[in-house]
């Protein structure tokens, strides 16, 4: 079983829709929660990050951590077709606050 | 801006081919991170460095060395290429631990090996 678990997709919404990308994972330790996102031929870039449970919100995106279901979301309001992009979750254990360990993607396409 | 920066985007060698691929990062970080990134599989981290000449495995070093002589250059060696070795490979730099430090990637290099 992977650490950490995340729906490939893709996924095709069309643009306004609110879009919800979800995370599972099975070590109790992480303690940061992070999404990254990442364009076509592009390396991926840090959207948004969370320590332990909460949400947090920035403009249209808001990431949700529930600890005790081991369970992140990112939910993504008004989407745009800029938001078309492969989103992936990462999460780094307490113990190891540089090593980052990150869900496999998923594919997102906003159609206008 | 952070900027991270590799030698190629696209690469093609043959099997058994010895491949260099060089990551270059201006912001004076610390740490460097080589990843592989396969669809399906997510980013797997292959070795890291937490400083000159200091080097540590990641989760699938088999058939891959690095290489850290100055502190803004990483790079990633594969001694005798081989066609599993046909990935996106992308790297990272962020400054030292203490509390979650964001990782910054470059563009990634794209190696076929035939």
């Known amino acids: ?112 | 801006d952070v900027k991270v920066t590799q030698s190629s985007r696209y690469l093609v060698k043959r099997t058994g081919e010895k491949v260099f691929l060089e990551c270059v990062q201006d912001m004076d970080h610390e740490n460097m991170f080589w990843y592989r990134q396969d669809p399906g599989l997510g980013l797997r981290l292959i070795y890291f460095s937490y400083d000159v000449k200091m080097k540590e495995k990641g989760d699938i070093p088999e058939g891959y060395s690095v290489s850290r002589e100055k502190k803004e250059r990483f790079s990633l060696i594969l001694e005798s290429a081989s066609t599993n070795q046909t990935s996106m490979y992308l790297c990272a730099s962020s400054s030292l631990a203490g509390g979650y430090n964001e990782q910054f990637f470059g563009p990634g290099t794209r190696l076929t090996v035939l």
Request: with cysteine.
């Open chain 1, 1 to 112: 079983q992977k650490e950490v678990e995340q729906d490939p997709g893709p996924l095709s919404v069309p643009e306004g829709a609110i879009v919800s990308l979800n995370c599972t994972y099975s070590n109790s330790a992480f303690q940061y929660f992070m999404w990254y996102r990442q364009y076509s031929r592009k390396g991926p870039e840090l959207l948004m990050y969370t320590y332990s449970s909460g949400n947090k919100e920035d403009g249209r995106f808001t990431a949700q951590v529930d600890k005790s279901s081991k369970y992140i979301s990112l939910f993504i309001r008004d989407s745009q077709p800029s938001d078309s992009a492969t989103y992936l979750c990462a999460m780094i254990p307490w113990s190891s606050a540089s090593k980052i360990i990150f869900g496999s993607g998923t594919r997102l396409s906003i159609r206008p």
